[in-house]
């Protein structure tokens, strides 16, 4: 994807994790209050973290992609750092 897609793409998700901030942060301020009343379940808090972390991941990616992080080149081609001499093919002498 072209460079500017992915700033768009990262800007947006970034403002829409904030938003998800800020609602996690009323559940959790609202389950304080309740919670005196009833028993909660340790899954609800589980499930409710999940789609804060899930944009928090693709914003992440979209940020990387937009700064343009590279592997080190030897990483990136996964060819060994130093070249070894090809095997001479069996059977084969050489003329005098």
Do not use: E, K, N, Y
């Amino acid at each position: 994807m072209p460079t500017i897609v992915h700033l768009l793409l990262a800007l947006v998700l970034t403002v829409f994790l904030a938003a998800q901030a800020s609602a996690l942060a009323f559940v959790l301020r609202s389950r304080r209050a309740v919670s005196a009343q009833g028993a909660r379940r340790r899954t609800d808090l589980l499930w409710t973290c999940i789609p804060v972390l899930l944009v928090l991941f693709l914003a992440a990616r979209s940020w990387v992609a937009v700064v343009d992080v590279h592997p080190p080149a030897v990483a990136a081609t996964g060819a060994p750092s130093q070249s070894t001499a090809a095997p001479a093919a069996r059977g084969t002498h050489p003329t005098p």
